[in-house]
T-cell receptor, first 115, second 112 residues
Framework: DTAVSQTPKYLVTQMGNDKSIKCEQN?????MYWYKQDSKKFLKIMFS???????INETVPNRFSPKSPDKAHLNLHINSLELGDSAVYFC??????????????FGQGTRLTVV | DQQVKQNSPSLSVQEGRISILNCDYT??????FLWYKKYPAEGPTFLISISSIKDKNEDGRFTVFLNKSAKHLSLHIVPSQPGDSAVYFCAASVWGAQKLVFGQGTRLTINP
């Protein structure tokens, strides 16, 4: 029973297209995240949502729009895809206890390739 | 400005020996540190964490050491096993900031 699941695992698409990545967690956590792992392997925060409310938007282009219909889901929609968007995108969730972010649980990642 | 740095991209260790992975940070506000392990085509999985009020935390074969004055932490794996071969990320957080800041990872290879 997967704790954090994201789909699809692989996504190949052409420049200019719009695509979405879905994420669901069954851990009962109140906070969900999107992280991006770029070609240099850095894992960088993109967005953080707490109880469906956007908490962090880490200077991500507005072509990226997260949507949280409920606290178990955080989807990522990307408009007008560019070559530089090619990366691995990880969804994660954690419980925030007294303003402390505890360990985050990650999904398996979505490898996005823009051609 | 990379606030968490893992300066060794790779490390090779013989099975049964100790593996020591290092991590440095620049932000003195960080007060909680974590280590993650990542296999290819999988997401990172949590290994062990340490609060800044401690200087050591142990969990089975894994021990994390924190040196606040040097802004340095390390992960010791004893004894190293073939299944420990993976990329290890250190991460840090600031109380109240709902995010983890990651280093760039160190690829650990355990040789038989």
């Amino acid at each position: 029973d997967t704790a954090v699941s994201q789909t699809p695992k692989y996504l190949v698409t052409q420049m200019g297209n719009d695509k979405s990545i879905k994420c669901e967690q069954n851990l009962g956590h109140d906070t969900m995240y999107w992280y991006k792992q770029d070609s240099k392997k850095f894992l960088k925060i993109m967005f953080s949502y707490n109880n469906k409310e956007l908490i962090i938007n880490e200077t991500v282009p507005n072509r990226f729009s997260p949507k949280s219909p409920d606290k178990a889901h955080l989807n990522l929609h990307i408009n007008s895809l560019e070559l530089g968007d090619s990366a691995v995108y990880f969804c994660a969730s954690s419980q925030v206890i007294g303003s402390r972010t505890t360990e985050a649980f990650f999904g398996q990642g979505t490898r996005l390739t823009v051609v | 400005d990379q606030q968490v740095k893992q300066n060794s991209p790779s490390l090779s260790v013989q099975e049964g020996r100790i593996s020591i992975l290092n991590c440095d940070y620049t932000n003195s506000m960080f007060d909680y540190f974590l280590w993650y392990k990542k296999y290819p085509a999988e997401g990172p999985t949590f290994l062990i964490s340490i609060s800044s009020i401690k200087d050591k935390n142990e969990d089975g074969r894994f021990t994390v050491f924190l040196n606040k004055s040097a802004k340095h932490l390390s992960l010791h794996i004893v004894p190293s096993q073939p299944g420990d071969s993976a990329v290890y990320f250190c991460a840090a957080s600031v109380w109240g900031a709902q995010k983890l800041v990651f280093g760039q990872g160190t690829r650990l290879t355990i040789n038989p």
